[in-house]
């Protein structure tokens, strides 16, 4: 997604809905993170709210609860989450009605039962599909379960469809592994790929869409290979927010597909005018506010700090992305990331 380059305006203008990861950019565990409240209720006045998560341990009624409590005024139809893309994917492959079996806690058992399916738990009750989301008290005999069923007999096996691939989760103590981490090992035992609903598969995004009109949306996020690379391929301007999982080193070295519109350290900063990256000496100079790196053959060298650090690593970032070259074929002083 190319970056918008106008000076004086901010990340939010023309946008209509604003939609929101939540781990690691609305909170971390139970806690949010800091200025995000504020910042989303100050944005609420310009744009809707939405809220998109690849979590599909909890249903979009207790991620609302849980957002009213931080500060938010969020009721459960603002929250679309994997498990309610992963179900759109899993009607369109099944039979109405089937019997499914759900790998996943009671988000995910909530939306495929609001679909008009039946849940099973164990492979012995043929299942014509499973379907797969991270939740906390998921374990061997699970992921077991889901390998029993998926055993191949015959025209490729029963679907499979996984809500989300996050290796990784924030929580409050730290980084946990994710989704992807319980796929793999499935992965591992049957010899096949599920079907993915969230973030990066646009599946997600499209139910996003869909559900609140949106025609002109940003999306916000906190890493790179879903938040991003998913608001690329859905066509979605997008803005990181280092309050999360990716900070400067990931963001300097972020492939093309993964590359935001906007670079924040926090929310407060969609409503703050966005500088311009001007770009001088055919490339090899870039000034953002007062903060100006240049490139000396392959060194990336600072000749002006500026007044604000994040100015510095946006004008970082339009430099390096610029060169068209991987970051390990640069030179990066490791003020700029560390």
Same mark, same amino acid.
């Given at each position: 997604m ?26 971390a ?10 910042a989303?209720?100050?944005?609420s ?5 939405g ?7 909890r ?14 005024s969020?009721?459960p ?8 893309? !992963?179900?759109? +994917? ?6 109405? @009605? $089937?019997?499914? &079996?759900?790998?996943? %806690? =009671? #988000?995910l058992?909530?939306?495929v ?21 991270? !939740?906390?008290? +998921? ?5 077991a379960? @889901? $390998?029993?069923? &998926?055993?191949?007999? %015959? =025209? #490729?096996?029963?679907p499979?469809?996984?809500t ?21 090992a ?21 139910e996003a869409?869909?559900r ?10 906190d ?13 979605m301007p997008?803005?990181?927010v ?10 300097l070295?972020?492939v093309l ?14 409503s ?11 490339g ?25 650090p994040?100015?510095l690593?946006?004008?970082a ?13 640069l ?8």
């Amino acid at each position: 997604m190319p970056r918008r380059r106008s000076s004086g305006v901010t990340p939010l203008d023309g946008v209509d809905v604003v939609l929101a990861d939540l781990d690691g950019v609305v909170y971390a565990g139970p806690r949010a993170i800091p200025f995000a409240v504020e910042a989303l209720n100050a944005a609420s006045a310009h744009a809707r709210i939405g809220y998109i998560t690849n979590n599909a341990s909890r249903t979009d009624a207790s991620v609302a609860t849980h957002l009213s409590e931080l500060g938010l005024s969020v009721a459960p139809s603002d929250v679309v989450t994997s498990p309610q893309a !992963a179900v759109r +994917l899993l009607a369109g492959l099944v039979p109405a @009605a $089937s019997v499914i &079996l759900v790998i996943g %806690g =009671d #988000g995910l058992v909530t939306e495929v039962e609001k679909a008009g399916f039946t849940v099973t738990r164990s492979a012995e009750d043929s299942p014509a599909a499973v379907i797969q989301g991270f !939740a906390p008290e +998921l374990g061997w005999k699970q992921l077991a379960e @889901a $390998s029993f069923a &998926l055993a191949d007999s %015959g =025209d #490729g096996g029963i679907p499979w469809v996984a809500t989300n691939t996050d290796w990784t989760i924030p929580q409050e103590r730290g980084i946990a592994p994710g989704n992807g981490t319980l796929v793999s090992a499935v992965h591992t035992a049957v010899g096949r790929l599920p079907v993915v609903a969230g973030k990066p598969e646009v599946a997600i995004f499209d139910e996003a869409r869909l559900r609140f009109e949106a025609s002109a949306p940003l999306f916000i996020g906190d890493r790179l290979d879903t938040d991003i690379l998913g608001a690329n391929r859905a066509g979605m301007p997008s803005a990181l927010v280092l309050t999360g999982i990716d900070k400067a080193k990931q963001v300097l070295a972020a492939v093309l597909d993964q590359r935001p519109t906007f670079i924040l350290d926090d929310l407060r900063q969609l409503s703050e005018p966005y500088p311009e990256s001007v770009v001088t000496d055919a490339g090899a100079k870039v000034t953002v506010g007062r903060a100006v790196v240049r490139l000396k053959g392959e060194n990336v060298e600072i000749v002006k700090r500026g007044d604000a650090p994040i100015d510095l690593l946006r004008a970082a970032c339009a430099l390096i992305w610029g060169t068209g070259k991987p970051i390990y074929a640069l030179r990066v002083p490791e003020e700029l990331y560390s």
